[in-house]
Each structure stands twice: as structure tokens, then as C-alpha cells.
């Protein structure tokens, strides 16, 4: 790693007191890089944390513990003025477009604002840097003038785009940004979100339940169960040869087309809650190749430090291996 | 797909709403049929006029300021658009019932799931409270819900949205309907416990032979569900077929279009994806609609020539089972 | 590092012109605009405060002057409505006194609005123990017996008109706090506070700027409809005899006029219609204000 990273985050936990001394352990210990110019997806079920890990990194969370450094610096216990100007260099999308842009403010002064917040620019270069973002986005700069409810959902996300690009940031959270809209306008969003990374160089933390928006836009894959990483890899690595049982059954429960990569798992139950995580693997309760020493410890991710990892004292077992061939293999 | 007459026939069905002194239709021109033990799904985009179809089935389109403007919904040959509030009382449940997307807002937050689920078979089948309360337990068991003698104790918000959407499930299937009306039901799920949700549904509908509807806007679900699909555009059905080959050969281009946008997850991703397929634009409004005289698709097709802006193209029959309303499906190469 | 490729996402819309933009605040008063009974109310109360401002330099007999015989009845004088108990015409005393009144009215508004607006916008905000600490104090003034309250505030002090407004004001603000401070608990959890957050927002400007205009439709109604109980307050403390003696207002030509009812009940019902009217056109004002705003809200 000689490199350095647009985004490292280490041993990153963030709690919640839930009241009656009880503490949601909403992330428990995670850590990632992500390089310059990749795109690194976050996903996992509701309840795994995704979000909240992703909002801690842009400091929207309090982290309970662990570092997290931008291109480099320590962001962690930045705060005022400083915290401010760290944020030129990361900046969000939001999942709901309906709920992301503030109704009471015209268009052109909602990308305009990081701008005059952070005082970027003359007042002259900020409206012309806002015309330039809206055709980036493909809006027309007549817009501008329109207020948020006048948008379509697709062209409030552009709008929310364009406001977190204003600052030149290397990097963009981005937390479920399509899952709100429609298959049609999804492909307009994600064909948008990949040709500005390719343009502008950009890295995203991108945060997804939905694998198929993941494999088609991620360059690197975190897949996460309550609280905690349990692989991460490529996504070639990922989509080839999942090693985690939970990333098979999140592969084999994703509806497909024509018969698709479907091993026949079938997951019990739910999550366990994040109040009090279970001993051992915390996926040992739903795991259909849980053994007495998955209930008593917990695994650690292990494997090629930059390359695929996995917490799973069975990953490579035969049984284990039969029904990941199953799942990747072609079928007749 | 039998040959018998249909369980459920809906005939030129418009459904209105009134806004700013106008009566706009949303959906127009509507007919199909559904068999005993068949799945049909329905799909399309948000403001398509599938959900408000589904509401029309068993007589919830909000009055006002909405109605069924024409057309008939036939339930064995019994029309439900002109049936009364007290028929309709005993039709939904008994003969029809529907399963909603949001599982926490429709449940009753102050009564326990068993008691949710014994008023229902109580009101439909007068049977005592006993006998319910042994009933609402069967039916948590049938839908999957471990220990159901416990579970139907717990208040909705003790339970996880999956278990909250077999509850739902169980109050629409006590009373053995004919038809389940299915709007996005497993939208607010996760996806391990959306394939546990299809399983039961599949499971349910061999034993009790029901048929569903299904309304998603997920076209994989439809391939992993539905007999047959429906494809909805800006009120009207644009195209109609087995589910096979609908995803093989869409005739649509909007069908089409709407098949080719989705990232499909694959075995062997490439590390340099090409970018989605996409649809310019976004659904005409339904005010905009009325003022349009062509196809409502062809300001977003990549297909459309002058004369799709005339004329809106009817629905024509293709082979036996399927339907498409496009006037140049008969050139676009399959 | 600009780019300049546009993807045709817009061509199929780039023949359309646009729409005009519609401002929140627009659509609101399109809404007003077609509540007849609100719109009723507007001109009643858009009526009474032009006459309050300009009556006394057309119709310029004095309200304190004893002009006629005491307790004439209304039409038999040159004075039209009649006169008091002491000889005073009173339709001067209701032109002079709907000055006074709406002043008090309004100035009380605007302080139970400035408190309540404070206290519940800092307490919603920042949660945790400014929450509790700041909602035990308002409950602290809630229990209180508000006319009571007032009463003792004012004899404490002069029953100066600054003084009757200041008292009406800090007995009637707790509502308001408890609102706001609902309303700013909903929307700091709104993804565009978020956003604000994530582009550097201070909580000043989060407070003032950002939440606070989204948290007004709701505030406006009760500000509005708190001008009409500040004017009934102020006429309770009148009746009670804790009124301005230099000022005439409605309420205390009630008061003043309490003892002789009996021999001429129009004393008491001209001011009193005066005050009806006033109060019923804000209601009808608020009312539509709240019609108006809940579909948007509704609808996002």
C-alpha cells in the first residue's frame, strides 16, 4: 500500500445507546481502503450497518472508535472549521431524492451551497461552476430557477449529484442512491454515477442491498452481517468463487432472469439483533454449515491482504466448496 | 391458461380521477383474465396505474376522488364494479384478498397477530373464539412463523419485517381466497427473506390452489414467479405474454428496454462493464397523457416514427397466448 | 477536470419549455386563495386594521370626551352607536380602541412566538439534557393558572400596555414551544439536514436556516391564531379591571361599561361584536392558512 488511499478506514466501530444501559452495536470493528478512482461497494441486508459505517466515514456519525483517514489525513476527531474544509474532499448522495433537498430552496442555490458554505470561488465563478454542473448532470441551467417538487425523482438525484460534485471532492458516498427510483431511470442514475468516475477519477463508498447494482458498478466488494465485514474482495473474486456462506446466499437469493446463479439456499429466520450479537460467528445462527466451534469463536478475516478475505472457519471445506461450484457453475 | 372460463375477467376497465374540475383517466382500456392456480404478474414503472388496477379488484380506488369510469371486473361472471359495499364486504377476504407492501402500516399496532388473524376468519366464518384462535394458529404455522403458539401473542412491532409480511399474509389467506392480489410484497424486504417469502407463496398456491396477482417493478421476481405477465405503460397494457417468452423475446420496445436496463447480475463479471441500456425521459404525466394523441411510449422510443405520434396503437393478438400494442412490432427484428 | 460530454438524457424533454418556478410558499397562498370563507375572513380583518389606522383622523370626536348624555341608546343622537356610562360616544371608543387592541393582540403574538419558537427550536434541536432541561420549564409554565399568572404579573408591575402584552405573552408560549420543538425533532432527521451537514453546515445555520423555514407552516397557523386568543385575554384582564388607563381598548370599554349592563346593554355588545368579529376573521384566516398548508405536506 505504498499509495495512498482516498478513503482508510481501521477498527471503525460505531455504537448507539439504546437506553436501559443497552448499546447497539451497529459497527463492530470494520476496516477498508479505497484506492483513488474505485468505486467500493458496501452491501448487506438492513440491520448490517452499511449505512450507518458509511455515514460515520463522512463524519455525519460519531465514531465510537477507529480511524478513518482521507487521502491520507485523520478526519476522526476533525471538527469546526476544519472539519468543514475536509469535507470539500467528501462528499454524499443520499438514498430518498424526495426527502435529500431541502423544498424551501431553488435548485441552482441547492448545488451552489457546499460554494458559499466553504467559500469557494467568487460569487461569479459559483454561478458559473453551477451551470457547468448542471449540464454535467444533464440538466438544463434554466432549471435552476425551479424549486425541488418541480423534478421528477431521476432529476432530483441529478440535482443531489451535482451538489455533491460542486466541491471537486475525490470522493462521493453514496447510499443507496437508485434504490428509491425506477428500473428506467436506475439505468439513466448508475450509467451517470459510472462515466463521472471514469471523467473525473472519482472513488465512491457505495452502499447497496441490491447485488446486481453492486457487481455492475463496483470495482471492489465489502459484503457485511451484523456490524462486522465478513468477505471483501474483487468483484471478479466475488462473483467467481464467494467463499462466505452468507455471500453465497445473498448471490442464490437475488431473483435473475433466466435461470440464474441460483444454488437453492434458502437462509432461516432473520438477522440476530445488533443489541446483543451472539458469541462466535454471528452468522452461525442462519448458517447451514455452523459447527460447535462457529457458535464458540469468532472467526477473523484471513487471506490475501489485497486480495479476496474471508471470516469463515469453513470457508474452505469440501461441503462448503460443493455448493459454491453449484452457485458458479453454469447450468446445463 | 385453461380453457375454462376464467376465475377473474376484467372487460375495458378506465378508472378516473378527478383533479382541478377534470376528470383524467389512469388507467384506460384495461381486459384480462385470470385462471384458478394461475400467477399473473403485472408490471411497470411508478405511475403506471398497476397498483390502482389492483385496488379496482376488490373496490378500494379512493372515492373520491377517483372511480371505475367504465368497464366491468368479473368475478364468476359477478361484476364487482356495480356490486354493493355489503357484497363487496364478503368478497374481499373470502373470494379475494390482498397483501400490501408496507406490512407495518397495515397491520393494527394496538391487537396481538393472533387476535388480528382470528377477527378475520371470526368475521368470515362466524365461528367462535376457540375455534379462530386454533385457526389463527394454524395459519401462522402454514405461513412459516416459528412457534406459533407464542408468536400470536406478540404485538406487530415485536416482530421483523419479514414475520410481519407472513402475518399479512396469513390475515389475507385465512378465509381461502380465490384470488391473492400481491402489491410489491416483498419491496421492503430483504432479499434472503424475499426467497423465503416466494417459497411460501408458491407452497400456498399448491395447496390451495389460489390465484395471484402479482405487482412488482422487479422483472426478475416476475421471472422467478409469474405464468404470465402484463406489462403496464401510462395506464394501458402494452404487451402480454407466457413469462418465458416475454424475457426471450419481448416485443415492446418499452418491454424491451425495460428487460435491457437492469444490471443482471452475472457469474463472470467483466472488470470494465458497458454502460446500462437506457430509457430517455421519464412517464408522462397523466394530464400530459390527455393531450397526447399518439403512443403514450413514443416521445421515450428509440423505434418511433411519425406515425406513432398519430395514433395510439391497439392491443393485437401474436400466435395464440401473447399481445402487443406497438405499430412497428412486426419489424423490429426479434 | 470538467466534462463535457452530455448524454441525452434531457432530449426528451428539451422541447417542452419549462414550467414557471412555484415556490412552497406560492403554492400555499394558491391554495389560500381558493378557501372562500378564509378569503372572507382576510377582508374582515384587512378591513378592521385599515379602519383602526385611519378612522380616528376621519371621524375625530374624541373617545375620552364626555360628549352627550349618559347611556344613550344607539340612533337616537348624533352619535350613531350611542353613548356610556359616562357620556363617551362609542363608536369612537371602538374606532380608537381596535388600535390599541390589535396592537396588544399582536405584540403579545409576537412574543409568545419569539419564546415559544426559541425554547422549542433548541430543545428539539439538540435533544439530550438542553431538551429536558428547557421542556421541565415549559412545563413549569403550563401548569400555571394562566389568568392568574397574568394577573399578578400585571399588578406587580403597572398595568402599562407593554406590561398587559409582556404578561399575555409569557403565560401563552408554552403551545408554541411544544410544537416547534415536535417539528424540529421530525425534520433534523430529514435527509436534507443530513446534506446540509455533509456540506459543512454549522447548527446556527442549521437551526435558523435550514430547519426553522421548513418548520413555519405549522407556526404561522398558530402565530395567527394566537393574535385572536391574545385579543380575548387581553379583554379578560380588561373586564377584570386591569386595563391601560390611558389607553381605550375594547376590552376595557367592556369592562367600564360591566356595571351597567342591565340599563344599557349596548355598552357592552358594540365592543363586544367588535372583538367577535376580529377573533372570528383570524380563525377563519388561520383555518384556511392550515387547509392550505396540510395538502402540501401531505404530498411531500
Not at chain 1, 223 to 251: C, D, K, N, W
Not at chain 2, 22 to 43: C, K, W, Y
Not at chain 2, 197 to 218: G, M, N, S, V, Y
Not at chain 2, 224 to 242: L, N, S, T, W
Amino acid at each position: 500500500m505504498s499509495e495512498i488511499s482516498a478513503l482508510s478506514v481501521s477498527d471503525l466501530k460505531v455504537h448507539f445507546p439504546v437506553g436501559g444501559g443497552k448499546v447497539v452495536h451497529a459497527v463492530d470493528g470494520i476496516s477498508f481502503d479505497i484506492p483513488a478512482g474505485v468505486a467500493f461497494g458496501l452491501v448487506g441486508e438492513s440491520g448490517s450497518g452499511k449505512t450507518t459505517a458509511a455515514m460515520a466515514c463522512a463524519r455525519l456519525n460519531d465514531a465510537t472508535d477507529g480511524t478513518i483517514r482521507l487521502g491520507g489525513d485523520d478526519i476522526t476527531h476533525l471538527d469546526g472549521d476544519q472539519m468543514r474544509q475536509a469535507r470539500r474532499d467528501i462528499q454524499v448522495v443520499f438514498q430518498d431524492p424526495y426527502a435529500s433537498l431541502n423544498p424551501r430552496e431553488r435548485a441552482g442555490a441547492i448545488v451552489r451551497r457546499p460554494m458559499d458554505l466553504m467559500g469557494i470561488g467568487t460569487p461569479k465563478e459559483r454561478e458559473d461552476r453551477v451551470d457547468e454542473l448542471f449540464a454535467t448532470v444533464g440538466l438544463r441551467a434554466e432549471q435552476k430557477a425551479l424549486f425541488p417538487h418541480q423534478f421528477s425523482g431521476g432529476q432530483r438525484q441529478r440535482i443531489g449529484i451535482a451538489r455533491a460534485l460542486a466541491t471537486r471532492p475525490k470522493l462521493i458516498v453514496c447510499d443507496e442512491p437508485v434504490s428509491a427510483l425506477d428500473v428506467a431511470i436506475q439505468a439513466q442514475i448508475l450509467n451517470l454515477l459510472g462515466r463521472l468516475k471514469a471523467e473525473l477519477g472519482l472513488s465512491y463508498l457505495f452502499i447497496s442491498h441490491d447485488l446486481g447494482v453492486v457487481q455492475h458498478l463496483c470495482d471492489k466488494i465489502a459484503v457485511m452481517y451484523l456490524g462486522q465485514i465478513v468477505e471483501i474482495g474483487s468483484r471478479s473474486a466475488i462473483f467467481r468463487r464467494p467463499m462466505h456462506p452468507y455471500t453465497m446466499a445473498l448471490i442464490s437469493a437475488v431473483p435473475t432472469l433466466e435461470a440464474g446463479m441460483d444454488a437453492g439456499m434458502r437462509l432461516k429466520g432473520d438477522p440476530p439483533s445488533p443489541i446483543s450479537p451472539p458469541e462466535g460467528c454471528r452468522f452461525a445462527g442462519r448458517c447451514q454449515f455452523a459447527q460447535d466451534r462457529c457458535r464458540q469463536q469468532s472467526p477473523v478475516l484471513s487471506g490475501d491482504p489485497d486480495g479476496q478475505r474471508v471470516a469463515c472457519f469453513r470457508a474452505r471445506d469440501p461441503e462448503v466448496a460443493a455448493l459454491r461450484d453449484k452457485l458458479t457453475s453454469t447450468p446445463a | 391458461m385453461t380453457s375454462s372460463s376464467p376465475l377473474l375477467s376484467v372487460r375495458d376497465l378506465e378508472i378516473s380521477f378527478r383533479t382541478g374540475g377534470r376528470e383524467i383517466p389512469v388507467v384506460r382500456d384495461l381486459s384480462f383474465d385470470l385462471s384458478a392456480g394461475e400467477t399473473l404478474g403485472i408490471v411497470g414503472e411508478s405511475g403506471c396505474g398497476k397498483s390502482i388496477t389492483a385496488l379496482s379488484l376488490i373496490g378500494l380506488v379512493p372515492s373520491p376522488p377517483g372511480r371505475v369510469s367504465k368497464g366491468q371486473i368479473l368475478l364468476n361472471g359477478e361484476d364487482i364494479v356495480t356490486a354493493g359495499e355489503d357484497r363487496l364486504t364478503r368478497i374481499r377476504g373470502n373470494e379475494i384478498s390482498m397483501v400490501f407492501q408496507e406490512p407495518m402500516t397495515s397491520l393494527n399496532p394496538v391487537y396481538t397477530v393472533g387476535e388480528q388473524i382470528a377477527e378475520t376468519a371470526r368475521a368470515h366464518f362466524g365461528s367462535s373464539r376457540a375455534e379462530a384462535w386454533d385457526r389463527a394458529i394454524e395459519m401462522l404455522k402454514l405461513v412459516g412463523i416459528p412457534s406459533p403458539e407464542q408468536r400470536a401473542h406478540n404485538y406487530p412491532h415485536q416482530l421483523s419485517g419479514g414475520m410481519r409480511q407472513r402475518v399479512m399474509i396469513a390475515i389475507a389467506l385465512v378465509c381461502e381466497p380465490k384470488v391473492l392480489i400481491a402489491d410489491e410484497p416483498t419491496t421492503a424486504l430483504d432479499v434472503t427473506v424475499q426467497a423465503q417469502i416466494f417459497d411460501l407463496f408458491r407452497e400456498l398456491q399448491r395447496k390451495i390452489k389460489a390465484a395471484i396477482i402479482l405487482i412488482t417493478h422487479d422483472i426478475g421476481v416476475v421471472a422467478q414467479m409469474c405464468d404470465r405477465v402484463m406489462v403496464m405503460y401510462a395506464g394501458r397494457k402494452i404487451e402480454e405474454g407466457p413469462v418465458r417468452s416475454f424475457i426471450r423475446d419481448p416485443r415492446h420496445p418499452y418491454t424491451r428496454g425495460l428487460i435491457s436496463c437492469i444490471p443482471k447480475l452475472s457469474r463472470d463479471p467483466s472488470d470494465t462493464p458497458e454502460p446500462l441500456f437506457e430509457i430517455p425521459g421519464v412517464v408522462p404525466s397523466p394530464a400530459d397523457l390527455a393531450e397526447l394523441k399518439g403512443c403514450a411510449f413514443a416521445p421515450r422510443c428509440n423505434r418511433a416514427i411519425n406515425e406513432c405520434q398519430l395514433h395510439s396503437p391497439a392491443l393485437t393478438p401474436l400466435g395464440s397466448d401473447r399481445a402487443v400494442a406497438c405499430l412497428r412490432q412486426e419489424e423490429i427484428p426479434a | 477536470m470538467s466534462v463535457t460530454d452530455t448524454t441525452p438524457p434531457v432530449a426528451a424533454t428539451a422541447g417542452k419549455p419549462l414550467p414557471k418556478p412555484v415556490s412552497p410558499s406560492r403554492q400555499v397562498w394558491q391554495m389560500f386563495r381558493q378557501n372562500h370563507s378564509a378569503m372572507i375572513g382576510l377582508f374582515i380583518l384587512f378591513a378592521i386594521i385599515v379602519i383602526s389606522i385611519i378612522g380616528p383622523s376621519l371621524y375625530t370626536v374624541s373617545p375620552r370626551d364626555m360628549v352627550w348624555m349618559p347611556l344613550t341608546p344607539p340612533g337616537q343622537s348624533e352619535y350613531l352607536l350611542g353613548t356610556d356610562y359616562l357620556g363617551r360616544d362609542l363608536l369612537a371608543g371602538l374606532i380608537n380602541g381596535g388600535r390599541v387592541t390589535i396592537t396588544i393582540g399582536f405584540s403579545a403574538a409576537v412574543l409568545t412566538i419569539l419564546i415559544g419558537v426559541t425554547i422549542g427550536a433548541l430543545a428539539g434541536f439538540f435533544g439530550g439534557r438542553i431538551d429536558n432541561v428547557l421542556m421541565r420549564v415549559t412545563e413549569f409554565f403550563q401548569v400555571l393558572p394562566n389568568l392568574l399568572f397574568a394577573m399578578v404579573v400585571v399588578m406587580l408591575f403597572s398595568p402599562s400596555l407593554i406590561n398587559i402584552a409582556i404578561a399575555i405573552g409569557i403565560v401563552s408560549w408554552t403551545s408554541t414551544a411544544r410544537l416547534t420543538r415536535a417539528e424540529f425533532l421530525k425534520i433534523r432527521e430529514m435527509d436534507y439536514v443530513k446534506a446540509e451537514r455533509s456540506i459543512g453546515a454549522g447548527n446556527a445555520r442549521l437551526i435558523w436556516k435550514v430547519i426553522l423555514p421548513n418548520a413555519a407552516p405549522p407556526l404561522i397557523v398558530v402565530a395567527a391564531l394566537s393574535i385572536g386568543s391574545a385579543i380575548l385575554f387581553e379583554a379578560g384582564l380588561s373586564f377584570l379591571g386591569l386595563s391601560d388607563p390611558n389607553a381605550m381598548s375594547w376590552g376595557r370599554m367592556i369592562g367600564d361599561n360591566r356595571p351597567y349592563i342591565l340599563d344599557s346593554s349596548w355598552g357592552v355588545t358594540f365592543p363586544g361584536i367588535a372583538i367577535f368579529l376580529t377573533v372570528l376573521a383570524i380563525s377563519l384566516v388561520g383555518d384556511g392558512l392550515n387547509d392550505a398548508i396540510n395538502p402540501k405536506l401531505r404530498q411531500r
